[in-house]
């Protein structure tokens, strides 16, 4: 297992909060995704022969947030 920790602008709630986590742990790959509100970090545990760190970003701003890192 791989550990990544992404940084993403937009979330301010309970809401966001669950959308990002659940968009992320329906990838095929990743198993757990955790977020960090008051810093905008996403602590993602993932397989990276299943899942690229594209594909999890891309899933993240189809949600409406921006990934920085």
Same mark, same amino acid.
């Given at each position: 297992m791989t550990n990544i920790t992404l940084d993403v602008k937009g979330m301010t709630c309970g809401h966001c909060q669950s959308s990002v986590?659940? %968009?992320l742990k329906g990838l095929e790959g990743v198993t757990d995704a955790e977020v960090d509100l008051s810093s905008g970090k996403v602590d993602v545990t993932y397989n990276d022969a299943q899942v690229? %760190?594209?594909?999890?970003?891309?899933?993240?701003e189809d949600q409406g947030y921006d990934v920085v890192a």
């Open positions: 986590e659940g %968009v690229t %760190v594209a594909a999890m970003r891309e899933a993240v």
